[in-house]
């Protein structure tokens, strides 16, 4: 199969870190990337990872794959109420552009 | 760089009808994809287009068709709607070479009455 599951909801404080995980079933995933979505608006692209590494590090993001047990999770540094937002994982196979996206998880940041 | 600019933003239709929904990619970009996003079925491949051919399709019904132009603009085409498909359309952008990830845009917000 293709899932990419997320759990729904994540709450922390302002200036806490927010651990964000999603898990992945297709092995022959090429890259995987994180997403954010706020209210109204698209998804904007906050970091991708290709297969074949294990960690990437972006200012207040860093990113984990552990590819052994399919595992990716995103790590936002001193967490801002402007961090609130839904976030997708998503991952993509080969060359193309179809991407399978996760159902999202809401980050709430509370003062 | 101008992002990637999605028009009409919503738009109101009747049931039956039919809609376009217009793609503008980022500046070089060749590969534009195609997105649904719904509560209920969350986001979902439409198609993807690149140099004005239909690379990669999802699993949606004929009603649904794409295309795109020599500038790399694209636009969707949806026939006979239905109540289901009120949705967000994401339209992405990417250098489509396989290893350049997607811009997505502000999207299109359809609802069907």
């Known amino acids: 199969g293709e899932d990419v599951e997320q759990s729904l909801f994540l709450s922390v404080r302002e200036g806490d870190s927010s651990v964000i995980n999603c898990t992945y079933t297709d092995s022959s995933s090429t890259y995987l990337y994180w997403y954010k979505q706020e209210p109204g608006a698209g998804l904007q692209l906050l970091t991708y990872?290709?297969?074949?590494?294990d960690m990437k590090q972006d200012q207040r993001l860093t990113v984990l794959l552990n590819k052994k047990d399919k595992h990716l999770s995103l790590r936002i540094a001193d967490t801002q109420t402007g961090d609130s937002a839904i976030y997708f994982c998503a991952e993509g196979r080969g060359g193309g552009n179809k991407l399978t996206f996760g159902t999202g998880t809401q980050l709430k940041v509370e003062l | 760089k101008a992002g990637v600019t999605q028009t009409p933003r919503y738009l109101i239709k009747t049931r039956g009808q039919q809609v376009t929904l217009s793609c503008s990619p980022i500046s070089g970009h060749r590969s534009v994809s195609w997105y649904q996003q719904t509560p209920g079925q969350g986001l979902q491949f439409l198609f993807e287009?690149?140099?004005?051919?239909?690379?990669n399709k999802g699993n949606f019904p004929g009603r649904f068709s794409g295309r795109q132009f020599s500038n790399s603009r694209s636009e969707m085409n949806v026939s006979t709607l239905e109540l289901g498909d009120s949705a967000l359309y994401l339209c992405?952008?990417?250098?489509?070479?396989?290893?350049?990830?997607?811009?997505f845009g502000n999207g299109t917000r359809l609802t069907v009455t």
């Open positions: 992405a952008s990417s250098l489509g070479d396989g290893n350049s990830p997607l811009h």
């Open positions: 990872i290709f297969s074949n590494m």
């Open positions: 287009y690149f140099s004005e051919t239909q690379r």
